[in-house]
């Protein structure tokens, strides 16, 4: 992580107001903008999550050259234009000027670098899931990200581990929580949002082992910063969302890395804080998150519960793609109770909420759920119920339909079929679809998936004989567990 003296690019030149991008949006609000943005970014297939800070900061001069998915998304609402034209700088001129900074966006990483000789595109804060970037490149340094970070040294230790989880990795202070701290203001919760958005992207590129056990400070100085309070009520609101959401995502960390009594705190101190404050989206994903914790440790009736729960508290948002993943929760625990028919009908529920499409109205957290995960939730439900044939189509289809840049669901979708597999009579396709997840245990750190790995080879065993069954069991046996 850079440190708070590092300098970015012309760091003490005051922001111009971007006037070009203010008359683009005419007589819009920030807020119907932000909509148009995401509304062109999924004509695209970009996944962005613009919102009205975003477009203020933009018109503010704040962000003085948006990131590739940005770029790609402004270019599309506004055809025949250029950057320049849009009143943002060229892109070279926001780059570093060290001995290692890039030229052209194709020119790979100079790891040598140090963090603090570059800068690059300004990332957007509502922006969680920017694939044009490496979240383990530490040599990249954003305007934005150096803003927030030097806002966030200057308000005591416990921010200061919050802010920790930035682009440049997860090097943690576990003490900061324990010093005092001043009232939070905009950029400390701003900051907190930000730490939520990097822990979820680097879980989807790299998986949770590695990350649980530094996310755990962050979460500590995040209820720090609310007891410390805030200087206005929009503020301690947006802090009690964004602490319950990082509880929510350390939480995830535990159950993805088999510490399931870890998460299961984590998830009950989310659904704590969003009844005290009276969030249903936050109580809603703490229920979602809760439901799929219950199937995974063995309690279905409890699944089902949360699940139908969390349909009560988010059918007022207005969402059906959340509707949807919370109908495959509740299909989840019929499955582990062994009700085909409650598992069936929720699964169409789930399909038909689907097809309705995405909205505006679809919470942040939700990036990951596409039609991948859709066949991949419903795979694991054949799968409880034994109808193996079944359970690997829908896993097959998960892993093929998963876009690259989400490297642990792929894994994770390809083990899911490999021991589909083995336990419908294919071993030889077993052992394949295990030969390719054992690629990935480079890049990919999950318990979830070494365990179903193990289970999928002690399957495989009596069929040593079959064609490339031994040589995956061999390969398996020799591959090291991860800590």
Do not use: K
Request: proline residues 5%; charged residues 25%.
């Amino acid at each position: 992580m850079t440190s708070s003296s590092a300098t970015s690019s012309q760091p003490n030149r005051p922001p111009r107001p971007n006037l070009a991008f203010r008359r683009l949006r005419g007589r819009r609000s920030p807020a119907e903008f932000a909509a148009a943005v995401r509304r062109a970014a999924r004509e695209i297939g970009e996944r962005v999550s613009c919102d009205a800070r975003y477009i203020g900061r933009v018109e503010a001069g704040e962000i003085r050259c948006p990131n590739y998915a940005y770029e790609r998304v402004f270019l599309h609402m506004f055809p025949g234009r250029t950057l320049t034209d849009l009143g943002f700088a060229p892109r070279s001129s926001v780059r570093g000027r060290g001995r290692g900074a890039r030229t052209d966006e194709d020119t790979p990483p100079v790891h040598s670098q140090s963090p603090a000789q570059s800068t690059s595109e300004t990332r957007g804060p509502g922006e969680p899931y920017d694939t044009t970037q490496d979240p383990y490149d530490t040599h990249i340094n954003y305007e934005e990200s150096d803003v927030l970070r030097r806002a966030f040294m200057t308000g005591g230790g416990a921010t200061v581990a919050a802010a920790s989880l930035g682009p440049f990795g997860l090097a943690l202070d576990a003490s900061a929580a324990e010093r005092p701290v001043r009232r939070a203001g905009s950029s400390e919760a701003g900051a907190l949002e930000e730490a939520v958005r990097r822990i979820r992207l680097l879980d989807d590129r790299h998986g949770a082992d590695g990350l649980y056990r530094r996310a755990a400070a962050p979460l500590r100085a995040a209820y720090a910063l609310l007891d410390a309070g805030a200087t206005r009520q929009a503020t301690a609101d947006r802090l009690h969302s964004g602490a319950g959401e990082l509880a929510i995502s350390v939480g995830w960390l535990a159950h993805d890395s088999g510490r399931f009594d870890d998460a299961r705190s984590h998830y009950a101190e989310a659904l704590a804080t969003a009844r005290m404050t009276g969030d249903p989206a936050l109580e809603a994903h703490a229920f979602c998150n809760t439901a799929f914790l219950a199937r995974d440790a063995g309690r279905p009736r409890e699944a089902v519960r949360a699940a139908q729960a969390a349909q009560r508290i988010a059918r007022p948002l207005g969402s059906a793609r959340l509707m949807s993943l919370l109908a495959l929760r509740e299909a989840g625990g019929w499955a582990g109770l062994a009700d085909r028919t409650g598992c069936a009908q929720a699964l169409t529920r789930a399909h038909a909420l689907y097809d309705r499409g995405s909205s505006d109205a679809d919470p942040e957290w939700m990036t990951f759920y596409g039609e991948a995960e859709l066949e991949a939730l419903e795979a694991q439900c054949w799968s409880t119920l034994g109808d193996w044939t079944r359970a690997s189509r829908h896993a097959r289809r998960a892993a093929h339909l998963q876009d690259p840049h989400f490297t642990r669901n792929i894994a994770l979708y390809t083990a899911e079929l490999a021991d589909d597999l083995a336990r419908g009579g294919r071993p030889d396709e077993a052992a394949a679809a295990g030969m390719r997840v054992l690629d990935l245990l480079d890049e990919v750190q999950s318990s979830r998936i070494q365990a179903m790995l193990a289970g999928t080879a002690r399957v495989l065993l009596p069929h040593r004989r079959a064609s490339g069954v031994s040589a995956f069991l061999e390969r398996h046996a020799s591959t090291p567990r991860q800590v």
